[in-house]
Each structure stands twice: as C-alpha cells, then as structure tokens.
C-alpha cells in the first residue's frame, strides 16, 4: 500500500489543460523526484497534492483514506507544503518562523509544549541555523532563507513534504544542504516529493523520478530509465548524446559538499 | 533599534497605561471638579451634580474611547496581518468611511420607529460593503499600491455620498455634521451611546479572539497558510465580518476617527517580534491608549469650540503615513 | 411639554398697528427722510441716484429679517417684492401676507427684473451680490442685526423713516412697549437660573436678544452669568455646574434627525433640571429682531415655576 497516491488528476484553467489524467504514487522513506521542462504541470500537480489546488477529477488516497475525507488539521499534520518562492510578509526572527511549523500542532489557545520546544530546537540544529536563530528573516541571505523555510517545514514532523524547487537560485554547496536536508527527512521514515530543475540533482538524490510533460506523464521510474536520451529530446528539447559516459555524466554529481 | 519583549511584560505595561488613560479621563474635563468629593457623591448615590458630571458626561466618554480605541487598534492589526501589508487598516480600506456612509443613512433617513440599533447596524453594513468592495477592487493578493488606490476610490466615493446625503437630508443640522463624522469626535457621548455601540462592537472582538494563529500561519503566504490547516475563506470572512461588526458599531457612535488603526500596529509591532498573533492584543490595546490620550487632549486644550478628536488622531498619524511611505520608498529603491 | 402658539395669528396681531392716511404718512416722511439718514450710521446707502425727497415706491426685499418688518410698515403699493424665506411659517411671522406679493431669491436677474428703488436687506449679506447691485447703480439700505431691544426699536425707527412710514414705526414700538410692560419685574433674588440650550450645545450670553428676553421674563441667564458673550458653545460640565432649573431650546427647526439635535437628549440634561423637560421658543422669535419679542418674553414668563 503506498503512502500518497493519486489517481487520473485532471485539471484546467480557464479550459486550458494543466493535467490530464496523471497517476502519481508515494511510498514511504522515498524520495520522488518531479521533473520536467517549465509548464509541464509539476508545480500544479504538487498543488493539488497539497490541498491548495482542487483537481477537477481523479482521486487521492493518504494512506487507505481518500484525502477529502481526512480533517484539515490532521492533514496539516501529516503533509507539509513548500511553495515556490515563499514570500515572508513580516520581519520575524528565524527561530519564529521555525516556530510557525508547529501550528498544525498545536491547540488554538495551548502553547509550544516541551516537547515542540525539542523539536524545534533539533530542526534548527540539523539546518545549521544556531548562529541565525534570533536573526531576522529579512537579513539573511538566499541559502539561509531557504533553510529556514526548508526547516520550518520540517518543524511540523511531516510523513510526506511536498517542496517546489527547494534549490532554485541556490548555490551549487546550498543546493547539496538542502537535498541532504531533504534525503535525511526520508531516512526517518517519510517521504518527500520534489520539483527540481537540476536533472544531476534529482538523478543523484530521487530514488524514482516522474518526468511531466504538457500536463502528462512522459515517464516515472528509477533515474536511469526516465532520463533516457528519447524521453529528454521529447520532454525538453535537448539532445544527450546516447553513450555511456553522457548518460553517467548526467546521473552522478562528482562533487561534494565539504563539511564544515 | 526597539527590541522585542516578552509578551506577558508588554500586555502588562499596556493594560497599566491605559488604565492610567482611563482613569485620568475620568479625573479631568473641561472643568475641574473635586474628584473625590464626585466619587464620594456617586457611590453614595446622591443625584449631585458632581456625580453626574462624573457619570453621565465622563464615564461614557471615556469608555467610549477606550472600546472605539481598542476597535480600531485591533482591526487595523487584523487587517494588516490578513491582507500581509502594513497599510491595510480601517481607515484605508474603507471599513471606517463606509461605517460612518451606514450610519448616516440609519441616523438621517432611517424612520424613527426602528430601534436605536439601526444605526450601529447601518454602520456595520456600511463597513462590510466598503471593504468588501475595496477587496474585491484590489484582488487577493493586492500590492500596497493596489490596495491604497482602492482604498482611495472607495473612500473618496463614499465621503462624496456622505456629503452628498447630508445635503439632502431633512434636517438643517445634517449639513454641518460631515466634519463630525469623517472626522469623528467623542464630545458630549452618553451612556446610550455606549450601549449603542457595545454589542457589536464585543460581538467583533469575539470573533477575533481565536484568529492570532492563523494570521501568524499567513506571514508565510496564502498558500503555506493553507498547507497548514488554515481555512482561508472562512478566515477572510471571520475577519471582514468582524472588523465590519467592531468598526461598523463603533464608528456609528464617533465618526470616522482616523490613523489609529493604522500608526497603532505599526509602533507595537517591534515589540512583538512582528508576529502578528501576539500583534492583536496589543495592537487592541495601544488604540485604547491612542485615542484615550487624544481625547484627554482635546479637553484639555484652551480652544472656544472643542476640537474633533479626529484632528488630533490625523495630526499625529498624517505624518507617520508619510514616514512609511518615505521609508517604504527607501526600501524599494 | 412643548409650547405651541399659531404663527399666523401672532403675525397678524403685529402687522400695521394703524392705518395712517398716506398723505399724512407721506408728508412726515418727507420731512423726517433727509436729515436722519445722515444720522444712520449703521445703515449702509448706496447708489443715492433718484428719490431722495419721496418714498421709495418699489421696495424690494431680499432677507427675512427686512421682509418682516416691510410688511409690517409699508403701504401695500409701496412692495415690489419679498424673499421666498418669508412665506415659511416655521420661521416667518408674515408668511400668510407674504403670499399676496412676487417672491424673490436675492437673484441679480431677477432683482433687476424687479426695477426696484430700494434693496432692503441685512448686514450679513452675500457682499459679491451687494457689489453687483452697487455697481448698476441700486439703492441699498442693510439693517443691522439687533441684539437688544433697544436695536431692534432703531431698526423700526431707522426703516420707518426709509419708507416714509414714521407714524407707523412709532405704533409700532409702543405696542411692543407696552406688552413688555405687562409682564411682571421678578426681584433679583427670586429669579430661578436658566438658560438657552441649542442643538451643537450653543447657547446665547451677553448681548443676545435670548439674554434680554430671559431678564426681562424673570429668569436668570446662566450663560450670561458665567461670562458667555454672544452665541457661543458651552460644554456639558460647565452648563451642569451651574445647575440651571430649566433649559430652553430654540431650534430653527422641528424634531429632526442630527446629531445636533440628538445631543439635546443627553440625559444629564434631564436629570440636572430634576426631569424639567427643555422648553422650545419657536425660533421665529429671534431669527429677526422684531416686536414679536415681546411675544417670547411671555412665553418665557410663562415658563418660569409657580410659586409653592
């Protein structure tokens, strides 16, 4: 039984087709990787999953329950959203806005308990925010708003994280921080889905890739079958060369992040 | 550069201040009066004049300022925090204009048979419609300019249909009460006028009360705040509804008194931590003490004819709009 | 309670106290129009072209306050025209006779329609207007607005002798006069504390036609007292510490909706004059200064408490 699954989502705006008909599946402790080119309908489709977005048919099922039938709150509790460039309206500190993850937690008049203190805390470490923690949001720079937003995500103790290009205008060593972030949220036991526009990234880290195109499904499997020289030429209009060492050069990132 | 503080330490300091306002609103008027000799004569329930001074003139002055205070305070952060942008307040946005439009049309058209509370119910649906139409002009996720241009055509259309009713209405007094209700003033105020306001005015802040965490959710957008179990629609209306019940009430009993709304939440918000949950209670609280402190210096001030409230509220906020907007500008640049 | 009193009947009762023969009239004004219009400093005269040794024949009058009192003295012939402000009973005393002659809108068309040889109006006037008239050569003559009833006599006297109605001036103040004299002097220690309450909170102190009618009525003014001069707002707390036994109103309209008039219910109000209602004079009373003053004294008198 996989842990999100959805079923013949469609979708329009303004009768413009965004989805049609796409299957998407979850399993727990994996990563999938959402990719293709821009408009394909990766971001709509994470909207949807999200609740933010209602898909005009099809169906979703957390677990053995159709998602429309779950409460909000619990929902909340379970599935954590990052949109694409999230706009902090307020100049709160960072460790509030880790805070701001525990909402889904908490009870309307109840305070942060110690164990949501704990919790808070530990994410704040594993984001190697301590120096920032009273800093506010508006003086950090890129890489560090990311993974404050990437944090406070994790604060809420989601079993699924949905995260739109996490890495998008990262640097090259902030990018690998966020997917390592992403890649340890999974090895505890959940799962996350993310959009990426780097095709090294998503083959390196994803343990399964959904390649989108024109609001379909071009291809959904492991890295190596999805990113085939056909499927790329199809999908985004760039020709790889179909060797061996092009294919590996596309697969692997032979550089690494190094430790502090 | 003001820092946060703990928020128990702040309500507490702003629960003393405006006690203090409260409590030297009642103290001194236009006239000095033995105070003690008032209270005396009150509790004693002689019908004196000092304890009718006491009772009848300032007791509901300055409760009414403290709950029109606390309204406005508490619906400019709602507001801000609802619409993300620190210029949404009920001045701006309408709510205060359509208010006072309500309550003109309850006050010198309404027949006299319906009850007094025709007219808070004409200002609170007077506010709802000048704010929804503000809302729906602007759009969800208006930019400050957006949201100010709005505010400007509906208030300006609102304040010409004022104008334009007090001209026709039936009574030769009605002409000269447009100062009166864009400006707003508390002079004169009875206990009627109190109770008049009261219901919705509690009614609005209940509907508040459980709203901080949301707000605080929708620091991090629309989308985010949904993702995180906040049911978006039914939070938009808890809040027009609200702020349009408060506002609608309050401003039907002094006018459109202006800026607070807007200057209030804007100097508290550094002593929150700019969280806009904790922003509520204290923004509620700083209006209170706004308009206390006005209004006191309205009594105080030696003029022949007492000036409006309102003037000195835009006095002081006039110039801190032009403070955002200069730093505002800074900041874009 | 309020007091109501017919209008039509009061303007009547004040209208041409005697019907003097015109040539009597004519020849005392004739005689009496040159020497005291020097004499009327208050009086502005401009455009001194023509008819300066008879009456002027075509009056037109474009205030309330002058209607009233043209219609009071002059001969019938002698109207051109009356403001439409006087054929409104709520505040006109003269409103039925009003209607027997054109009404004007102080227009500068239709004034020069009218071909008058005399402008009556007040000294608060609308002074682009009066330049306008001045210019094209017309005759005008203000009236100053009286705050005693000494002023008032001399608005009667200095527009009688305009119109070649001495005689009927002079009637006119002794009948006025002489009801003044009928309402009974209160002694200085007997007299209860009063005062005029408007919708906005004004109120009328010293030099006020309202003060005058209160003194002369029994009452002590409050306003006065407390060194209010003119019309003037007087707050709450200072009208409460003076305690006053009744309050009287004087609206220039009816119960309408305002909040002007909303404040008139304040309940401390009624409470400070032990549930005395307040008490409305009609305002026509003193919109002008005229005789019917006399005719407010006694309802002020009638007003005052009866004795235990």
């Given at each position: 039984?996989?842990?999100?699954?959805?079923?013949?989502?469609?979708?329009?705006?303004?009768?413009?087709?965004?989805?049609?008909?796409?299957?998407?599946?979850?399993?727990?402790?994996?990563?999938?990787?959402?990719?293709?080119?821009?408009?394909?309908?990766?971001?709509?489709l994470l909207r949807c999953l999200a609740g933010s977005a209602r898909a005009d048919s099809g169906v979703l099922q957390l677990g053995e329950q159709r998602l429309e039938d779950i409460p909000r709150s619990e929902r909340a509790r379970r599935i954590a959203y990052l949109p694409q460039q999230t706009e902090v309206h307020w100049p709160l500190s960072v460790k509030r806005i880790i805070e701001l993850g525990r909402i889904p937690h908490l009870e309307p008049w109840g305070k942060l308990s110690a164990r949501d203190q704990q919790v808070i805390e530990s994410v704040i470490a594993d984001a190697d925010l301590l120096p920032f923690r009273h800093r506010p949001y508006n003086t950090l720079s890129g890489g560090e708003r990311a993974r404050v937003l990437l944090a406070r995500a994790l604060a809420s103790e989601p079993e699924i994280l949905l995260a739109d290009e996490p890495v998008a205008a990262l640097d090259p060593?902030?990018?690998?921080?966020?997917?390592?972030?992403?890649?340890?949220?999974?090895?505890?036991?959940?799962?996350?889905?993310?959009?990426?526009?780097?095709?090294?990234?998503?083959?390196?880290?994803?343990?399964?890739?959904?390649?989108?195109?024109?609001?379909?499904?071009?291809?959904?499997?492991?890295?190596?079958?999805?990113?085939?020289?056909?499927?790329?030429?199809?999908?985004?209009?760039?020709?790889?060369?179909?060797?061996?060492?092009?294919?590996?050069?596309?697969?692997?990132?032979?550089?690494?992040?190094?430790?502090? | 550069?003001?820092?946060?503080?703990?928020?128990?330490?702040?309500?507490?300091?702003?629960?003393?201040?405006?006690?203090?306002?409260?409590?030297?609103?009642?103290?001194?008027?236009?006239?000095?009066?033995?105070?003690?000799?008032?209270?005396?004569?009150?509790?004693?329930?002689?019908?004196?004049?000092?304890?009718?001074?006491?009772?009848?003139?300032?007791?509901?002055?300055?409760?009414?300022?403290?709950?029109?205070?606390?309204?406005?305070?508490?619906?400019?952060?709602?507001?801000?925090?609802?619409?993300?942008?620190?210029?949404?307040?009920?001045?701006?946005?309408?709510?205060?204009?359509?208010?006072?439009?309500?309550?003109?049309?309850?006050?010198?058209?309404?027949?006299?048979?319906?009850?007094?509370?025709?007219?808070?119910?004409?200002?609170?649906?007077?506010?709802?419609?000048?704010?929804?139409?503000?809302?729906?002009?602007?759009?969800?996720?208006?930019?400050?300019?957006?949201?100010?241009?709005?505010?400007?055509?509906?208030?300006?259309?609102?304040?010409?249909?004022?104008?334009?009713?007090?001209?026709?209405?039936?009574?030769?007094?009605?002409?000269?009460?447009?100062?009166?209700?864009?400006?707003?003033?508390?002079?004169?105020?009875?206990?009627?006028?109190?109770?008049?306001?009261?219901?919705?005015?509690?009614?609005?802040?209940?509907?508040?009360?459980?709203?901080?965490?949301?707000?605080?959710?929708?620091?991090?957008?629309?989308?985010?705040?949904?993702?995180?179990?906040?049911?978006?629609?039914?939070?938009?209306?808890?809040?027009?509804?609200?702020?349009?019940?408060?506002?609608?009430?309050?401003?039907?009993?002094?006018?459109?008194?202006?800026?607070?709304?807007?200057?209030?939440?804007?100097?508290?918000?550094?002593?929150?931590?700019?969280?806009?949950?904790?922003?509520?209670?204290?923004?509620?609280?700083?209006?209170?003490?706004?308009?206390?402190?006005?209004?006191?210096?309205?009594?105080?001030?030696?003029?022949?004819?007492?000036?409006?409230?309102?003037?000195?509220?835009?006095?002081?906020?006039?110039?801190?709009?032009?403070?955002?907007?200069?730093?505002?500008?800074?900041?874009?640049? | 309670?309020?007091?109501?009193?017919?209008?039509?009947?009061?303007?009547?009762?004040?209208?041409?106290?005697?019907?003097?023969?015109?040539?009597?009239?004519?020849?005392?004004?004739?005689?009496?129009?040159?020497?005291?219009?020097?004499?009327?400093?208050?009086?502005?005269?401009?455009?001194?072209?023509?008819?300066?040794?008879?009456?002027?024949?075509?009056?037109?009058?474009?205030?309330?306050?002058?209607?009233?009192?043209?219609?009071?003295?002059?001969?019938?012939?002698?109207?051109?025209?009356?403001?439409?402000?006087?054929?409104?009973?709520?505040?006109?005393?003269?409103?039925?006779?009003?209607?027997?002659?054109?009404?004007?809108?102080?227009?500068?068309?239709?004034?020069?329609?009218?071909?008058?040889?005399?402008?009556?109006?007040?000294?608060?006037?609308?002074?682009?207007?009066?330049?306008?008239?001045?210019?094209?050569?017309?005759?005008?003559?203000?009236?100053?607005?009286?705050?005693?009833?000494?002023?008032?006599?001399?608005?009667?006297?200095?527009?009688?002798?305009?119109?070649?109605?001495?005689?009927?001036?002079?009637?006119?103040?002794?009948?006025?006069?002489?009801?003044?004299?009928?309402?009974?002097?209160?002694?200085?220690?007997?007299?209860?504390?009063?005062?005029?309450?408007?919708?906005?909170?004004?109120?009328?102190?010293?030099?006020?036609?309202?003060?005058?009618?209160?003194?002369?009525?029994?009452?002590?003014?409050?306003?006065?007292?407390?060194?209010?001069?003119?019309?003037?707002?007087?707050?709450?707390?200072?009208?409460?510490?003076?305690?006053?036994?009744?309050?009287?109103?004087?609206?220039?309209?009816?119960?309408?909706?305002?909040?002007?008039?909303?404040?008139?219910?304040?309940?401390?109000?009624?409470?400070?004059?032990?549930?005395?209602?307040?008490?409305?004079?009609?305002?026509?009373?003193?919109?002008?200064?005229?005789?019917?003053?006399?005719?407010?004294?006694?309802?002020?008198?009638?007003?005052?408490?009866?004795?235990?």
């Amino acid at each position: 039984m996989s842990l999100l699954r959805g079923t013949a989502l469609s979708l329009a705006f303004d009768d413009q087709p965004i989805l049609e008909a796409v299957d998407i599946e979850l399993d727990k402790g994996e990563m999938l990787g959402l990719i293709g080119p821009n408009g394909a309908g990766k971001s709509s489709l994470l909207r949807c999953l999200a609740g933010s977005a209602r898909a005009d048919s099809g169906v979703l099922q957390l677990g053995e329950q159709r998602l429309e039938d779950i409460p909000r709150s619990e929902r909340a509790r379970r599935i954590a959203y990052l949109p694409q460039q999230t706009e902090v309206h307020w100049p709160l500190s960072v460790k509030r806005i880790i805070e701001l993850g525990r909402i889904p937690h908490l009870e309307p008049w109840g305070k942060l308990s110690a164990r949501d203190q704990q919790v808070i805390e530990s994410v704040i470490a594993d984001a190697d925010l301590l120096p920032f923690r009273h800093r506010p949001y508006n003086t950090l720079s890129g890489g560090e708003r990311a993974r404050v937003l990437l944090a406070r995500a994790l604060a809420s103790e989601p079993e699924i994280l949905l995260a739109d290009e996490p890495v998008a205008a990262l640097d090259p060593a902030h990018q690998l921080d966020v997917m390592a972030m992403l890649a340890e949220h999974c090895s505890q036991g959940n799962a996350v889905i993310v959009v990426l526009h780097d095709l090294r990234l998503a083959a390196h880290f994803c343990q399964r890739l959904q390649l989108l195109h024109q609001g379909c499904t071009l291809a959904v499997g492991k890295p190596g079958e999805v990113l085939t020289p056909d499927n790329l030429e199809n999908a985004y209009q760039i020709h790889l060369p179909d060797t061996q060492s092009a294919i590996d050069t596309l697969l692997n990132i032979t550089w690494q992040r190094i430790p502090k | 550069m003001l820092g946060e503080i703990r928020q128990s330490r702040l309500l507490g300091l702003l629960v003393a201040a405006a006690s203090s306002l409260f409590l030297f609103s009642l103290l001194f008027g236009s006239q000095t009066i033995p105070v003690f000799q008032a209270l005396q004569e009150t509790f004693d329930d002689t019908s004196s004049v000092l304890a009718l001074i006491l009772t009848e003139v300032r007791l509901p002055r300055a409760l009414i300022a403290l709950f029109a205070g606390a309204t406005l305070g508490l619906c400019g952060a709602a507001m801000q925090a609802m619409l993300r942008n620190p210029l949404a307040s009920p001045g701006l946005i309408g709510s205060a204009s359509g208010a006072a439009l309500g309550a003109v049309i309850a006050l010198y058209f309404g027949s006299a048979a319906l009850s007094q509370f025709s007219l808070p119910l004409g200002g609170i649906l007077g506010s709802l419609g000048a704010t929804l139409l503000v809302y729906l002009l602007a759009g969800r996720n208006a930019g400050t300019l957006t949201l100010i241009l709005a505010g400007v055509a509906i208030n300006s259309l609102t304040l010409a249909l004022i104008s334009l009713l007090l001209n026709l209405a039936p009574s030769p007094y009605a002409v000269q009460e447009i100062v009166l209700w864009m400006m707003g003033s508390l002079a004169n105020s009875s206990m009627q006028n109190f109770w008049i306001m009261l219901p919705g005015t509690l009614l609005g802040w209940m509907l508040l009360l459980r709203v901080g965490r949301a707000l605080d959710a929708l620091t991090l957008g629309e989308e985010t705040a949904q993702s995180m179990g906040i049911d978006l629609p039914r939070l938009r209306w808890r809040i027009f509804l609200a702020v349009a019940l408060a506002v609608g009430s309050a401003v039907s009993v002094t006018g459109a008194i202006g800026f607070i709304g807007l200057v209030v939440p804007h100097m508290l918000r550094p002593f929150v931590g700019y969280q806009p949950g904790r922003l509520l209670a204290a923004s509620a609280l700083g209006g209170a003490i706004l308009l206390l402190a006005a209004d006191i210096l309205v009594r105080l001030l030696p003029a022949q004819t007492e000036i409006k409230v309102g003037v000195v509220t835009a006095l002081v906020g006039a110039p801190f709009f032009l403070y955002l907007i200069i730093k505002s500008r800074r900041y874009n640049q | 309670m309020e007091l109501h009193f017919c209008g039509e009947f009061r303007a009547s009762e004040w209208r041409r106290p005697i019907a003097l023969p015109a040539f009597l009239t004519d020849a005392i004004a004739m005689s009496l129009l040159r020497p005291t219009l020097l004499l009327l400093s208050l009086l502005t005269v401009a455009g001194w072209a023509h008819g300066a040794d008879t009456p002027p024949s075509r009056v037109v009058s474009i205030n309330l306050c002058t209607d009233q009192l043209l219609l009071m003295l002059a001969d019938a012939d002698q109207i051109a025209s009356v403001s439409y402000l006087s054929l409104q009973p709520e505040s006109s005393f003269v409103a039925e006779e009003a209607q027997r002659y054109p009404v004007n809108h102080a227009r500068p068309e239709e004034l020069l329609a009218l071909d008058p040889d005399l402008i009556l109006t007040v000294e608060f006037t609308d002074r682009r207007l009066l330049g306008l008239l001045e210019k094209l050569g017309y005759r005008i003559a203000q009236l100053p607005m009286p705050t005693s009833i000494s002023g008032i006599e001399s608005n009667i006297r200095s527009l009688a002798k305009l119109l070649g109605q001495n005689a009927r001036g002079e009637a006119l103040i002794h009948q006025m006069q002489s009801m003044l004299s009928r309402i009974p002097h209160q002694p200085a220690h007997q007299r209860p504390k009063a005062l005029f309450y408007q919708p906005r909170g004004y109120t009328s102190g010293i030099d006020t036609l309202q003060n005058e009618a209160l003194a002369l009525a029994g009452w002590s003014n409050l306003a006065a007292n407390i060194g209010i001069s003119g019309y003037s707002s007087i707050d709450l707390e200072s009208l409460l510490l003076g305690q006053p036994d009744q309050i009287f109103s004087s609206a220039y309209t009816g119960e309408t909706r305002s909040l002007a008039q909303r404040q008139l219910h304040h309940p401390a109000l009624r409470h400070i004059t032990h549930n005395r209602p307040i008490i409305e004079i009609p305002f026509k009373y003193w919109i002008c200064g005229g005789p019917m003053i006399a005719d407010a004294v006694a309802e002020l008198h009638a007003a005052l408490p009866k004795k235990q």
